[in-house]
């Protein structure tokens, strides 16, 4: 699986972005989708996860304000981003995880994109 994470930029406080992850090699309604973020000098953070194309799971700090979906004709998953904050700043990541069992631990995630930045200026 190979994936390729784009739409980060720079944004002001309570704006809005969306990332999207393009896949090849396996279909993202079968596979958990989910998406990463790692801001400097803290550890990778989970932030939101789409389960086999259906149901969601999201960090409680984006309940809300952030949406996790996904396009099966582009094979494609998003990450709608709203009433962004400073603190949102960070790179993010798109992941793939093969496994039957779903988890927010990014150790089980098989696949990684390459991060796109995200900043939110105050």
């Known amino acids: 699986v190979q994936l390729q994470a784009f739409g980060g930029g720079l944004v002001q406080a309570g704006g809005s972005l969306r990332l999207s992850c393009a896949a090849s090699g396996r279909t993202v309604s079968t596979i958990n989708m989910g998406w990463f973020r790692q801001a400097p000098g803290k550890e990778r953070e989970f932030v939101a996860a789409l389960r086999r194309g259906s149901s969601t799971d999201y960090v409680d700090s984006v309940k809300g304000r952030f949406t996790i979906s996904g396009d099966n004709a582009k094979n494609t998953v998003y990450l709608q981003m709203n009433s962004l904050k400073p603190e949102d700043t960070a790179v993010y990541y798109c992941?793939?995880?093969?496994?039957?069992?779903?988890?927010?631990?990014?150790?089980?995630?098989?696949?990684w994109g390459q991060g796109t930045q995200v900043t939110v200026s105050s």
């Open positions: 992941a793939a995880d093969r496994s039957t069992y779903y988890s927010r631990n990014s150790r089980n995630y098989d696949y």
